[in-house]
Structures are given as structure tokens and as C-alpha cells.
């Protein structure tokens, strides 16, 4: 079956620096690759998403890139700020005729102020 | 739109109850639902696959007949933890993907914090 690594499981920043999350994944079939940040007791928030046959793909501070030949995704933050800080999940899915995630095991950003 | 509900939010039980939790499709058909399970400071585990009007797909060390799932209608799925034991005090979420159109985004529900005691 699919699995994603996930690094750094930790990551602190300062306010207004970058962060990046890099994800791997083993099955190349997969192709719709979902982003998620999750608060303490919350439901998973969708941030981002992309599909196989898109490289990159941008939605005001965050953009999340793909690699399909290295089998590996990633995550950019730009700007941080404080309210940035939580647990982010990467995940992967083989898409149609499945759709099951597999995540990451999660990073836990902090933003300090 | 997209909303998934999960009832109850929380739940302590006594050891060997059961507890029933419900995910439900408030504005969408949800032809496939998900069960995940999440223990503290660890990622989501995905449990088992639920497809309207058809028995769920359990994943690998997950057994059926301990959690009971049941995927009665478009908009409802439920998950029975059956004789609840401390160790399975969880964070447990269900998510629901909609069935209609070409999205493979899934919608997660709040979330049932279950307590054994």
C-alpha cells in the first residue's frame, strides 16, 4: 500500500520567515495530494491540494509544489504569522476508484512572534 | 456548503459498553465515508471504508467486529465501538466525500473524543 513520509515533525520559525513541509510517497499511481492543518481537539482543515498533472499550485501565502518523478510534494508558507502555528498534515490518494488517504505523520509548526 | 457532523463530540463510557457515533452529510450525498482514528499527537489513522448500501472495507489490523460500521443512507454513517476496553479511548473522525461531480476532496467531521474508563 501507499506511504508518506513527512519532515520535519517539527519546525519553528519567526514571524515573517518561510516555513516548507517536504512529503514522499511509494506508490507513483497516486495523484491527488490534499494538504491539511489541524488545531489541538479540531477537525483537519484542507489548506491546499493538487492533482498529478499540475506541478505547483498557489493560493495567496501558501503553495504547494510536486515532483512526480521523485515522488515527493511539499509545502510553503510564506509570511508566517502566530496564528500559523498548528500540526500540518500531507496525504496522498490514488484519486478515482479510492479515494483513501494515507497522511503523513504530521508537523507541528510553531511561529513565534 | 460541505458540511460533515459527528455526534456526540464527546463520550465517556465504562468498560465493555458500547458507544455509537454518527457522521452525517449535512448538505451533500456522501456515497463513500471514511473512519479514522487519531490517538494523541499522532497522525489519522484510516480504519475502514464505508460505501452507501454496502458493507465497509476494513483496513489491516482493524477488526469488523469490534467497530460495527454502518452506511445506511447517503447522508449517514455510524461506527460502534463494541465492548470498549481503556485502550480504545481515541480521537475518532469520520470524513465523506461527495458523491456527485469529479472532487476528491474529502469533508471531515469535528470529531467524537471517546473515553474508556
Known amino acids: 500500500g501507499e506511504n508518506v513520509e513527512q519532515h520535519p515533525s517539527t519546525l519553528s520559525v519567526q514571524e515573517g520567515d518561510s516555513a516548507v513541509i517536504k512529503c514522499t510517497y511509494s506508490d507513483s499511481a497516486s495523484n491527488y495530494f490534499p494538504w491539511y492543518k489541524q488545531e489541538l481537539g479540531k477537525r483537519p482543515q484542507l489548506i491546499i491540494d493538487?492533482?498529478?498533472?499540475?506541478g505547483e499550485k498557489k493560493d495567496q501565502r501558501i503553495a504547494v509544489t510536486l515532483n512526480k518523478t521523485a515522488k515527493h510534494f511539499s509545502l510553503h508558507i510564506t509570511e508566517t504569522q502566530p496564528e500559523d502555528s498548528a500540526v500540518y498534515f500531507c496525504?496522498?490518494?490514488?484519486?478515482?476508484?479510492?479515494?483513501?488517504?494515507?497522511f503523513g505523520k504530521g508537523t507541528k509548526l510553531s511561529v513565534i512572534p | 456548503g460541505a458540511v460533515v457532523s459527528q455526534h456526540p463530540s464527546r463520550v465517556i463510557c465504562k468498560s465493555g459498553t458500547s458507544v455509537k457515533i454518527e457522521c452525517r452529510s449535512l448538505d451533500f450525498q456522501a456515497t463513500t465515508m471514511f473512519w479514522y482514528r487519531q490517538f494523541p499527537k499522532q497522525s489519522l489513522m484510516l480504519m475502514a471504508t464505508s460505501n452507501e448500501g454496502s458493507k465497509a472495507t476494513y483496513e489491516q489490523g482493524v477488526e469488523k467486529d469490534k467497530f460495527l460500521i454502518n452506511h445506511a443512507s447517503l447522508t449517514l454513517s455510524t461506527l460502534t465501538v463494541t465492548s470498549a476496553h481503556p485502550e480504545d479511548s481515541s480521537f475518532y473522525i469520520c470524513s465523506a466525500r461527495d458523491g456527485v461531480g469529479l472532487t476528491y476532496e474529502q469533508y471531515f467531521g469535528p470529531g467524537t473524543r471517546l473515553t474508556v474508563t
Open positions: 493538487i492533482r498529478s498533472n499540475v
Open positions: 496525504a496522498a490518494s490514488l484519486g478515482a476508484g479510492s479515494y483513501q488517504l494515507t
